[in-house]
């Protein structure tokens, strides 16, 4: 259910953004990359837990890298033509794409449980 919520939401913002539409999908484009990138370096696998705390704050990290280039790439290309679309965007497609991957490790490490246990 929350996952057609997320859909029509996004429709919806598609269409209201109407000519604004290049910084709704920078906005998509750059909030999915960042979460993704983070995502990605965060929950690495490692044999040594000690690093759990180094990968969480390269994520950070690697995330704010992401969004700041992001945001220069689509200055410089005049993708952005209104601010306020563009920063909506980012920010409804950061919790709906964190909500996402969240929603994908939890199938995975579920249907990954259930597997040992047969």
Do not use: N
């Not at 057609?4 to 604004?20: K, P, Q």
């Not at 040594?48 to 992001?70: D, E, H, N, R």
């Amino acid at each position: 259910m929350t996952f057609i919520v997320i859909i029509v939401l996004s429709i919806l913002g598609g269409l209201l953004a109407g000519e604004h539409f290049h910084s709704y999908l920078l906005g998509l484009s750059v909030a999915s990359t960042a979460v993704g990138a983070c995502y990605w370096i965060t929950f690495r696998s490692s044999h040594y837990p000690q690093f759990a705390l180094f990968l969480l704050l390269l994520g950070v990290v690697a995330k704010i890298a992401v969004t700041a280039a992001g945001v220069l790439l689509g200055l410089k290309h005049a993708l952005i033509t209104s601010p306020l679309v563009f920063s909506l965007s980012y920010l409804f497609f950061l919790f709906a794409s964190t909500y996402c991957y969240f929603r994908y490790r939890e199938y995975w490490l579920t249907r990954l449980r259930h597997k040992d246990l047969q």
